[in-house]
């Protein structure tokens, strides 16, 4: 844990051992695997400025994330962010601040440690956004640099001998077919004999195995070593996991004296100030009853939401995790509990009333935080409902934009969007981003199109963001709606505008 | 005396069957790996579900004895097996959430008919039969394959389900340990038919294309699957099941050819002819792909859509949520499935072919078998299973769990050096 001191050792004895001074060489690399905590002195300022500054990128970090950012886009704007608050200058930079840059570096990675490591959900977010962090300076890292900042820890890396590599020397190409064809006279396809494999225990590697990115033989992953980093990464992951839960468990007997817990409760609290909230539910107004959803559904609904609840007209059910999403949509949407079972039992009326109340009635109740552990689930974000529980082969829940295939997507949009103003011509524009992988985008311009008649513009998005959530479409919609009676109203009356004045 | 006849429905029926045949004794080894009760066994939530819909979870047994005693006083209509906690299940209302955590759990995989409705026309909904049965055998062989293979597992045993599915269940102490990222890893790998309702292709593995226009080849965990599963495609999908028969379903054929040249002009012979058996329209296809030039890219995107067809008409289509957290609960081993009566009886993976689900004992038949037994000689009450045809599948049973106990003491003997 922290030696801390506000004044020079000689004030007081030194009741922790050895206070060291830190050098230059104790950081001789840019990247750092933060094994070890800072055991020289740190002022109370700089225990505050240096966290704050981290925090500023690590909270820039988790906006990106809520935003649905492309990888990109947020990687340009983390870089931003470090370069302003947390510059890490090459070793052969001409600066000289290298060392002041990795100290604070070092101190406030491990302040920020003692302020997240509270609770489940801190330590979580925590760790996702120190390693978009470090996968951000990993990538910038020079080659030369990197190598030997590897070399000074042992990951335990079996090399691949040759033999082996050209027993599966066909196998090992189809894993990874991109690296060995050439796609420029500059870039010559990689050459299998010269390149290292590393055979690794593929619970070390999830990610890659997920995605097919590695041959995988009897419980062995063959990394090539381009993709080496995932190995790292993950490693860091795991590193970070556990430190966090000792520092968890030791916090309570840190011997302190009533300056630091205030300073982390302020840090922690920044963290979650900095980041939009997801949508909650409170704030969508006015009571919601079930007969009112089907004229929602038709004016305000996005397409995934107007999908589920299209099919839910149709075959009278709806698969579990299309129930879940829905439901939760209709939660985030405004309709209580009551409201909501009342819905479900009319919607599902091929069942009995025992059937239902059998297998559906604890469900429902459950998404509403009224059974089993008792959590209020939020409605589905478009990154949930885009990267979580991906439909099967009959399953309706998901986004339409990314889980229908072309030619149903265009016939959708247009039976559901056509009497709100979509046309024939505007689904070229809508497919084409489709097809480059912007989903949100799309849905984002459906909106536009549809709500330009309540003079939504083109780049305007939901109140100038694009679309990150459902439930944020059907209340700026439903909201729009409101204003424009309102404005129309005023108009028919005349004495509107005299009134305001 | 007339040969009485049981209900499978009746509780009373069910207890018997717990109380003389149900191997309580067996499931235990199964789960603890040894004789003498550890934490495997202990700290292992066995959930219950009783008639009227009630379910009691969070049941924890010192040993063999006590998980059968338990069982006879509740008589469950099933009962369920979830993962080894970090505190005994039976005290979780006495420790705190944060020490109440799964800690091991075996890697299951949940197969059932119910993904498979769109493409068999045999049956639909919970019925099944021995043809479509041939869909689970597919998918058993093809994943057996894999998870022996590829991810070096050895202790897997097959559980039938009782109606239209089968269960997997992967001893080995890796598996045990895997996290629930490690499980989706898993679970995705073995994931290759994907995409809603609303999306034609299904099977998108290959890397995103290139500027050539050739197709990437097929990922090689999935190249192993296919060579498996082209014989199933032409016996089961063309034969058997002449999938491509009506026009609605070859209209979904033809959605997944990549070339409209080809799809358009087989859509028009194919109008003309009403009769063409799917084996017909299948070498149709293949003949117009070897029509074309020869190392040309678009012949390489037919060969690979040819591919990518066969692997979404018969790739393993398991239920992933089930494989991806440890604190999923699934049905025990040689359970009674409530509607048909059926014991949920391992399966060897070898003979899965010849696996009918009809010839699965049902619990009537077991205790007829056990009635007339008793006829004979009486008094004894133990290993009642002996003289049922229930004797098979516990062998079977037992001969797994001897494997998986082996390795245990060996992994013991090499860490006790007190000798």
Redesign the interface.
């Known amino acids: 844990m922290f030696q801390l001191r506000t004044q020079a050792p000689e004030y007081k004895p030194d009741p922790y051992g050895k206070v060291e001074v830190a050098g230059p060489s104790d950081y001789p690399y840019r990247l750092n695997f933060y094994d070890d905590p800072p055991t020289h002195m740190v002022t109370l300022e700089e225990f505050e400025s240096c966290a704050i500054d981290r925090l500023r990128v690590l909270g820039e970090i988790e906006a990106c994330f809520a935003r649905n950012r492309p990888p990109d886009e947020r990687k340009a704007i983390v870089r931003a962010q470090c370069r302003k608050y947390l510059p890490l200058d090459p070793n052969d930079s001409l600066s000289r601040a290298q060392f002041e840059q990795r100290k604070k570096d070092h101190v406030g990675h491990f302040v920020l440690r003692l302020a997240f490591c509270r609770s ?1 959900e801190l330590r979580r977010r925590f760790i996702k956004a120190e390693l978009e962090l470090f996968r951000v300076r990993y990538e910038e890292e020079l080659d030369s640099e990197l190598e030997s900042f590897l070399k000074t820890r042992s990951f335990g890396l079996e090399l691949v001998d040759d033999a082996e590599k050209m027993k599966y020397a066909e ?1 090992l190409k ?2 990874n ?2 690296n060995y ?1 050439s ?1 420029s006279k500059k870039v010559p396809p990689k050459d299998l004999a010269k390149e290292r494999f590393y055979k690794v ?3 070390r590697v ?2 890659l ?4 990115k590695v ?6 992953a063959y990394v090539p070593a381009s993709e080496q980093s995932s190995i790292v990464f993950n490693e860091l992951e795991a590193h970070l996991k556990t430190s966090l839960e000792a520092t968890a468990k030791a916090l309570p007997r840190l011997d302190e004296d009533t300056r630091i817990v205030p300073l982390l409760d302020h840090l922690s609290k920044g963290f979650l100030a900095g980041v939009p909230a997801e949508w909650d539910a409170e704030h969508s107004g006015e009571d919601i009853r079930a007969d009112m959803i089907d004229d929602i559904a038709r004016k305000h609904y996005p397409a995934c939401a107007r ?1 589920l609840h299209e099919n839910l007209r149709r075959d009278r059910h709806l698969k579990h995790f299309g129930r879940l999403q829905y439901g939760l949509f209709l939660k985030g949407l405004g309709l209580s509990i009551e409201e909501a079972l009342l819905f479900w039992r009319r919607s599902f009326s091929k069942f009995t009333d025992d059937q239902f109340n ?1 297998s559906y009635k604890y469900n429902i109740r459950h998404s509403y935080g009224l059974e089993g552990g008792r959590r209020n689930y939020p409605p589905k974000s478009c990154q949930q409902i885009l990267t979580q ?10 986004c ?1 934009f990314r ?3 072309t030619d ?2 265009e016939s ?1 949009l247009l039976a559901w969007y056509s009497p709100h103003g979509l046309t024939q011509d505007d689904l070229d524009e809508v497919t084409k981003i489709v097809k480059a992988g912007h989903y949100h985008v799309a849905c984002t311009r459906v909106f536009e199109l549809t709500h330009a008649a309540q003079g939504v513009k083109k780049g305007e998005g939901v109140s100038g963001d694009s679309v990150s959530h459902p439930n944020q479409y059907a209340a700026k919609s439903r909201e729009l709606e409101k204003t424009h009676t309102e404005s129309v109203k005023m108009d028919v009356d005349g004495s509107g505008v005299t009134m305001a004045l | 005396m007339a040969m009485q006849d049981f209900d499978h429905t009746a509780p009373e029926v069910i207890l018997s069957f717990y109380r003389h045949l149900y191997p309580f004794k067996s499931v235990f080894k199964w789960l603890n790996h040894e004789h003498t009760p550890s934490r495997l066994f202990t700290h292992r939530e066995i959930a219950f579900s009783l008639r009227g819909d009630i379910y009691i979870r969070y049941n924890s047994f010192l040993n063999a004895d006590e998980f059968k005693n338990q069982t006879l006083k509740y008589n469950p209509e099933r009962f369920e097996i979830g993962p080894v906690y970090s505190a005994r299940p039976r005290d979780k209302k006495t420790v705190r959430p944060a020490m109440f955590t799964p800690q091991l759990r075996e890697l299951v995989f949940d197969i059932d008919m119910t993904d498979y409705d769109s493409i068999r026309t045999c049956c639909s909904g919970a019925s099944v039969c021995k043809r479509c049965w041939a869909f689970i055998s597919a998918a058993v062989r093809v994943l057996d394959a894999a998870l022996r293979d590829q991810f070096g597992y050895r202790h897997l045993l097959w559980v039938y389900s009782g109606r239209r599915g089968i269960h997997c269940w992967v001893s080995d102490d890796e598996a045990m340990e895997l996290t629930d990222e490690q499980r989706r890893a898993v679970a995705q790998y073995l994931t290759v038919v994907q995409g809603g309702k609303e999306m034609h292709k299904k099977v998108n593995v290959r890397p995103p294309g290139r500027q050539s226009g050739r197709p990437w080849p097929l990922p090689p965990a999935v190249r192993d699957a296919l060579d498996i599963l082209t014989e199933v495609f032409v016996d089961l999908i063309l034969h058997d099941q002449n999938l491509f028969e009506r026009d609605e379903q070859w209209e979904e054929l033809l959605k997944l050819i990549p070339d409209p040249d080809i799809a358009g002009s087989l859509r028009r012979a194919w109008n003309m002819d009403e009769n063409l058996p799917s084996e017909e329209k299948w070498s149709q296809i293949k003949g117009k792909t070897k029509d074309l030039e020869k190392g040309s890219p678009e012949r390489d995107t037919m060969m690979a859509a040819l591919e990518d067809i066969v692997l979404q008409y018969t790739y393993p289509r398991i239920d992933a949520e089930v494989s991806k957290h440890r604190n999923h609960l699934l049905k025990a081993p040689f359970c009674v499935h409530p509607k048909t009566g059926r014991v949920c009886v391992p399966v060897d993976p070898t003979h899965i072919d010849d696996f009918d689900p009809e010839n699965v004992p049902t619990v009537s038949q077991l205790m007829q078998e056990l009635e007339a037994g008793k006829l004979q000689e009486s008094g004894e009450e133990q290993g009642d299973w002996e003289r049922t045809s229930l004797k098979p599948y516990i062998d079977m049973f037992e001969a797994h769990i001897i494997n998986i106990m082996n390795e245990v003491r060996i992994a013991k003997r090499a860490t006790d050096t007190s000798w």
């Open positions: 489940e196998l189809d894993a077919p991109k064809v796609f225990r593929w619970t999830p990610d195995v997920e995605h097919r041959l995988v033989k009897g419980g062995w999908n059998k529980d991906q439909p099967g082969a009959g399953d309706n829940h998901g339409p889980h229908f295939s149903n997507l959708a």
